[in-house]
C-alpha cells in the first residue's frame, strides 16, 4: 500500500507558505467542531424520584423529600426520540422493577434471555431473577473461602453471571420462584445483604476456612430473606428440574459471548474485565477495537438480536428526567470519542461500571442511532407509570461508545467478529 500522508519539510518552508498549508487546515477543523451545537452544563434540583415516592415509601411508609441538586446537562429544547414507538425493537417482556437490590445484572439479563427465547423458540416466558441472584451468593461465598477472603464483595455482578449459574443450576419460571413474600410490592435486600456481609466478615476474622459450613450458613440467611429454591418443579404438566427446564425453552448457556473494547489488553484476545463486581476474575470477555465493538452492537440490534449492556450510568448526559442518555460537548465533542478517549476515563475513574440494561431497539435520527434501553433501575421511571417513557431510556450512540463498556449476546449475533478473532 502506498503512503498517501502529506510530508513537510519545515526547514524549507517560509512564513508565508507555512500559512498557505496550516490556515485551511485549522479552519477546516473548527469548522467540523463548529457543526456541533454547543452543550451548557446546569445545576438543577431533581425531582423526587420514583425511587424515593414509590420505592422507598412502600418499604418504610415514608420518604425523603428534599429535592438535591444535580448537575447535568442543559436539555431544554433539545428534539431527542423519546417515543418507543419510533423505534425498531425485538420482542421483550414486560418492564418490572429491581427494587431495592443491586441485582441489575440479572434483571437485564434475565430480560434479554426472555426475548431469546421468544427469538429461538417463539414463546414467551417470565424467568426468575431472585433464583440466579440465590445461586450468585452462594457461589461467592465457595469462592470467598477458596480465596482466603481475597475478593469484591458486594450486590453487584456483570451480565455474563446468567449463563454462568445457569449452566451449573438451571433457571426456572418466576411463578415458582419469585424470591419475595406474596406482599411484598418490590424487593428489599438491605437487611439480607447486611447479614451476609456480616457472616464473610466473621469468617475472615474467624479465620474459618469451611466452604460447606460457610455455604450453609449464607443459604440459611438466603432462605430466610428470599425462600427456599425449587429443585423440581411442575411445567406444562410435567415434573422437571432446573436444567430440564433449560432445554425445554432452548437456552445453551455456552452459546453466550461477551464483549468489550479497552485498549489496556490486546485487540481480537479473550481478557479480563477488570472491575469490582466481576468478582471472580472472569477473563474470557472477547476484546474488540472500538469501531468493531460498535459496528457489532449496531449490527445485532439491526438483524434482531438483543444483548446486555453495562457500563457508566452517573454523567451529566444521562438525565433521569428525560431518560435520555447522551455526551455532552463540555465533556467531550461527538468527533472526539475515541479508544484514547474512552480508556482514559475508565483510567482515571470517570467511568465506572454502574448498571446493565437490556438493549432492545434503534432509530435512526439525522444520520446517527439512538439505542432504546429497557431498563429494571427506578431512574427509568421518573416519567411516571402511565407515560410512555416508563421503563425505558434513549441511548444516543455517543453515550454506547464512549460510556458502555461490555454487551452479552448469543453467538449467532456476533458470527462476523467472531470469524475475525478467529482469524
Known amino acids: 500500500m502506498s503512503d498517501c500522508s502529506i510530508k513537510i519539510d519545515s526547514k524549507h518552508l517560509t512564513n508565508k507558505t507555512m500559512k498557505k498549508i496550516f490556515v485551511p487546515l485549522l479552519l477546516i477543523s473548527l469548522q467540523s467542531l463548529a457543526q456541533q451545537p454547543k452543550d451548557k452544563g446546569i445545576y438543577v434540583k431533581e425531582p423526587v424520584s420514583y425511587y424515593q415516592h414509590t420505592i422507598v415509601k412502600s418499604l418504610n411508609g415514608t420518604y425523603d423529600t428534599v429535592q438535591h441538586l444535580k448537575f447535568k446537562v442543559d436539555n431544554q429544547g433539545k428534539d431527542f ?27 437485564s439479563t434475565s430480560s434479554f434471555m426472555e426475548s431469546e427465547v421468544f427469538r429461538i423458540t417463539g414463546k414467551s416466558v417470565n424467568l426468575s431473577e431472585m433464583y440466579t441472584a440465590y445461586w450468585e451468593y452462594v457461589e461467592r461465598t465457595k469462592y470467598f473461602v477458596q480465596h482466603k477472603g481475597d475478593m469484591h464483595l458486594g450486590e453487584g ?10 449452566k451449573l443450576y438451571g433457571a426456572v419460571p418466576y411463578s415458582v420462584y419469585q424470591g419475595k413474600s406474596g406482599d411484598d410490592v418490590f424487593y428489599n435486600h438491605e437487611p439480607m445483604f447486611a447479614e451476609i456481609e456480616q457472616l464473610f466478615a466473621e469468617i475472615k476474622v474467624n479465620n474459618d476456612w469451611n466452604e460447606d459450613k460457610a455455604v450453609q450458613k449464607v443459604r440459611a440467611i438466603l432462605d430466610k430473606y428470599i425462600g427456599k429454591v425449587p429443585t423440581e418443579f411442575e411445567y406444562e404438566g410435567e415434573k422437571i428440574t432446573p436444567k430440564e427446564f433449560l432445554k425445554i425453552i432452548q437456552i445453551n448457556p455456552d452459546d453466550y459471548v461477551n464483549f468489550m473494547s479497552l485498549m489496556q489488553s490486546p485487540y481480537y484476545t479473550k481478557t479480563i474485565y477488570d472491575v469490582p463486581d466481576n ?5 474470557n470477555y472477547n476484546n474488540l477495537p472500538l469501531d468493531d465493538f460498535m459496528a457489532l452492537i449496531k449490527s445485532a440490534i439491526e438483524t434482531g438480536y438483543s444483548m446486555s449492556i453495562g457500563g457508566d450510568v452517573s454523567e451529566p448526559g444521562f438525565d ?5 442518555a447522551v455526551i455532552p460537548t463540555f ?17 482515571n475513574g470517570a467511568t465506572t461500571d454502574d448498571h446493565a440494561m437490556h438493549l432492545i431497539g434503534y432509530y435512526v435520527k439525522e444520520g446517527t442511532t439512538w439505542f432504546l ?23 444516543h450512540e455517543d453515550y454506547v461508545k464512549l460510556k458502555m463498556m461490555t454487551i452479552t449476546i448469543h453467538k449467532d449475533g456476533a458470527q462476523w467478529i467472531l470469524d475475525k478473532m478467529r482469524k
Not at 455482578?157 to 445457569?166: F, L, P, R
Not at 433521569?320 to 435520555?324: A, D, E, L, V, Y
Open 373 to 395: 434501553i429497557k431498563d429494571s433501575g427506578s431512574g427509568s421511571r421518573n416519567a411516571g407509570e402511565k407515560d410512555e417513557k416508563f421503563g425505558y431510556y434513549f441511548m
Open 279 to 283: 468478582w471472580w476474575r472472569d477473563s
Open 81 to 107: 426520540p423519546t417515543n418507543p414507538k419510533l423505534y425498531t425493537t425485538v420482542w421483550h417482556s414486560p418492564k418490572i422493577s429491581q427494587g431495592n437490590t443491586g441485582t441489575c445484572w440479572s434483571f
Open 331 to 347: 465533556d467531550i465533542p461527538s468527533d472526539y470519542i475515541d479508544e484514547s478517549a474512552r480508556q482514559l476515563r475508565f483510567n
Open 157 to 166: 455482578s456483570e451480565t455474563n453471571a446468567i449463563a454462568k449459574i445457569m
Open 320 to 324: 433521569k428526567i428525560s431518560q435520555t
